[in-house]
């Protein structure tokens, strides 16, 4: 699927947690390492696409106001509501420094080291500072008796290069982490 292809998915990026104060605020949960789109007058979007504008943002004490909510009781109705953005609204509002990768333009990525298809990659997942790349193994191998699933550093000399608009990762040592999973 290419980056244009998906512009419109909903991505998950925050959820809103209680109430504070006396005017409707609420506690935001960050699941994104992109806080800087969290700004007045942003519109993020349930799971159901309604859309919610901020009126308010104060992410030293991660505390929003959403627009119309003015007291505690308003706001509880929005308690727990996991906030979306798209894809394509990502792209615009997050800044990735060199080598750096969306998480979604990595799923579904071949992983293929010295031409040999090892597998697709299914999800990121981060470990301490380290995020890992789990990876389907490719059929062919699977039928070797190698393991299902592995996960992969992504970071040198492991991942030696990603084509996000080829959904190619070129990987080193991968197999003998494949081997040895």
Known sequence: MSKRQNNDRLL???????????????????????????????TFYTKERT???????????ELVKLEGIETPEDAKRFTNVMLYTTYGRTREMCHLDEG????????????????VTLGKVLEIERIGAVDYLQIKTDDALTKQRLPKQF?????????????????LITAHGAMAILEES
């Open 100 to 115: 750096e990768h969306f998480w979604f333009d990595l799923i579904g990525c071949t992983v293929m080291e010295d031409g």
């Open 151 to 167: 996960l992969l550093p992504k970071q040198p000399p492991f991942v030696e290069s990603v084509d996000t608009d080829a959904a």
């Open 51 to 61: 859309p919610l504008r901020f009126e308010t943002v104060n992410m030293e004490r």
């Open 12 to 42: 998950h990026i925050a959820t809103l947690g209680r109430t504070v104060g006396l005017h409707g605020e609420m506690k935001l949960h960050l699941f994104t390492d992109f806080p800087e789109q969290f700004v007045p007058g942003e």
